[in-house]
């Protein structure tokens, strides 16, 4: 026998005195959430939706909102009128802001309408942004 078969033959033994495994359950957050944090998991709900392409109706389906309740038991998800109403008008203005700050900051920048899309570049850094009109 090697001395690498050795070594992945032999059981590790547990590290605290009791003998028993740490279970997952013990590093739950199990505490109520702030609106902060409330805030937090909206916006990557709302992210997730848009960026995935989820159908709004799914955030009130029983199956998704236990699978949310087993992440976090202290979460309510929001209904889907203010997911795809209030939440997402908060976070286009978000993402409307960043792309203003950064276009503010860039010279060089050339506009090109393609397939009903606009596309700037920048022709220092070669970074293209695509922006669908309304």
Known sequence: MTSLEQVTTKKRKLNNSAGI???ISDFHESTALTE???HEIDQACVMAFVVCGIAWH???NPFFIEFLKN????Y???SKKVLSGKLLSQETAVVNVRVVKKLTNT???TLCKQMNQFR???SYDGQQTFVKPD
């Not at 992440?71 to 202290?74: A, D, F, G, S, V």
């Open 36 to 38: 902060e944090r409330i």
């Open 71 to 74: 992440l976090r038991p202290e």
């Open 76 to 78: 309510t998800p929001p």
């Open 120 to 122: 700037i570049s920048n």
């Open 58 to 60: 799914v955030i009130e």
């Open 107 to 109: 010279t060089n920048l």
């Open 21 to 23: 495994q740490t279970k």
